[in-house]
């Protein structure tokens, strides 16, 4: 089955700096990659995912680029703030199957 | 439009006995999922049901087993609770996976303690 890593475990940062976080997976059929981000005390909520046909997607401070030759992507948050101090996870999948997530990101962001 | 809620939001029980979860997924969704996260730890996936039948099952005893309702809903049973489940469950949800990629919706999950 699929394989996902998931770089830094922990990563601190100072505010306005930018974080990023960094995945690969092992099988090459997998296709679409969202990023959750885990607030203490909740559940992962979906911050931004992209598709094996995109190689960068952007939403405001937050973007996600993708190397399928590489078999890795990557979350860029810019212009950091304390709420983003979180648990973030990424995962793969390939259509039709179950999501393989990575282990997560603790970060913490500095005032 | 309401979420995934979980209920209960914590369940304390003790060694040997039998806890019972319970997820009402969003409006529209027909896939449940359910994830075991440790303190501290990633999630670790346990079951997949979809239209009523289990698609696939994490690595986990089958002491560990769950069904999905007519309407979607869905509950995971654990039997001859270890002190090592204790873990917090989320359930997520999705629209159909199978001919398109769709992200899962997570509810806040249900705290489980073994005392």
């Known amino acids: 089955g699929e394989n996902v890593e998931q770089h830094p475990s922990t990563l601190s940062v100072q505010e306005g700096d930018s974080a990023v976080i960094k995945c690969t997976y092992s099988?090459?059929?997998?296709?679409?990659f969202p990023w959750y981000k885990q607030e203490l005390g909740k559940g992962p909520q979906l911050i931004i995912d992209?598709?094996?046909?995109?190689g960068e997607k952007k939403d405001q401070r937050i973007a996600v680029t993708l190397n399928k030759t590489a078999k890795h992507f990557s979350l860029h948050i810019t212009e950091t703030q304390p709420e983003d101090s979180a648990v973030y996870f990424c995962?793969?999948?390939?259509?039709?199957?179950?999501?393989?997530f990575g282990t997560g990101t603790s970060l913490t962001v500095i005032p | 439009e309401a979420g995934v809620t979980q209920s209960p939001t914590h369940l304390i029980k003790t060694r040997g006995q039998q806890a019972t979860l319970r997820c009402s997924p969003i409006?529209?969704?027909?896939?449940v999922y359910w994830y075991q996260q440790a303190l501290g730890l990633g999630l670790q996936f346990l079951l997949w049901?979809?239209?009523?039948?289990?698609?696939n099952r994490g690595n986990f005893p089958p002491r560990f087993s769950g069904r999905q309702f007519p309407n979607y809903s869905s509950e995971l049973n654990v039997n001859a609770l270890e002190l090592e489940d204790s873990a917090l469950y989320l359930c997520a949800s999705s629209l159909p996976i199978f001919n398109s990629d769709q992200p899962q919706h997570f509810g806040d999950g249900t705290r489980l303690s073994i005392l």
């Open positions: 995962a793969a999948s390939m259509t039709g199957n179950q999501f393989y």
């Open positions: 409006s529209g969704h027909t896939s």
């Open positions: 099988d090459s059929a997998s296709n679409y």
């Open positions: 049901y979809d239209e009523g039948e289990e698609r």
């Open positions: 992209i598709r094996s046909n995109v």
